[in-house]
């Protein structure tokens, strides 16, 4: 039976701090100190995956991986932005690899008149509390969506626990193509897994433990 040639959409943010907050070896350290390398995590995700197929089940192969992440102003954290193109570069060299950016979106503080408050040295404004991802969830949709059409994928698989994505799995269910999702889990507690809004119909989900996410982390220096 021939292999799939498998997509992996990848919510980076949201695979990377469910992850983090879900086991103890990480949970209680530095969020910036767990980050995941968008191709450990495929590898690991296909490698589990195939191994708990039934026998005459077609295992999957990696065909791409479409990261789509949050990237920090320029402005406001220009060290965070420095890493987050940095990031991108080095996942990128290997050609399976694909990233790509939405900017972060941020409030800002506003006098008792209703304008801006701007830095008096800079000239920039001031930001109200930490940024925000706005959008990415829509460009991981349409990336299934448009791997899902592709004659050359026989398998989509979504990277995310964000509930939000569920009517897009539906679509590519729809579609008539192989979807599938994973989870975080750990014998300590509950983990979520996605799911179709008609619970009747079932996709397979891959369980990643432990040990794969520590095998997932991003080892590289970027300072």
Request: aromatic residues 8%.
């Amino acid at each position: 039976m021939a292999d799939l040639r498998a997509a992996i959409i990848v919510d980076y943010q949201n695979v990377h701090l469910t992850g983090h907050g879900r086991f103890k070896s990480t949970m209680y350290g530095p969020k910036h100190e767990a980050l995941i390398d968008p191709l450990h995590f495929a590898n690991q995700l296909l490698q589990v995956r195939n191994a708990r197929q039934r026998d005459g089940r077609p295992n999957a192969v990696l065909r791409t991986v479409d990261v789509y992440r949050g990237l920090p102003s320029s402005d406001h954290d220009p060290d965070a932005y420095a890493r987050n193109l940095a990031q991108k570069s080095q996942w990128e060299r290997d050609k399976r690899v694909s990233v790509t950016h939405r900017p972060l979106r941020y409030r800002y503080m506003r006098d008792s008149s209703g304008q801006a408050v701007c830095d008096p040295a800079t000239g920039i404004r001031v930001p109200d509390g930490p940024p925000t991802e706005k959008g990415v969830d829509v460009m991981c949709a349409l990336a299934l969506l448009r791997h899902a059409r592709r004659p050359d994928i026989d398998l989509v698989m979504l990277a995310s626990l964000d509930s939000d994505l569920i009517p897009a799995l539906d679509e590519v269910y729809g579609l008539g193509q192989r979807v599938e999702t994973f989870s975080w889990w750990s014998p300590d507690d509950w983990s979520f897994e996605m799911h179709l809004s008609d619970r009747s119909k079932r996709i397979w989900n891959t369980r990643l433990g432990e040990q794969e996410f520590l095998r997932c982390i991003d080892r590289t220096d970027y300072t």
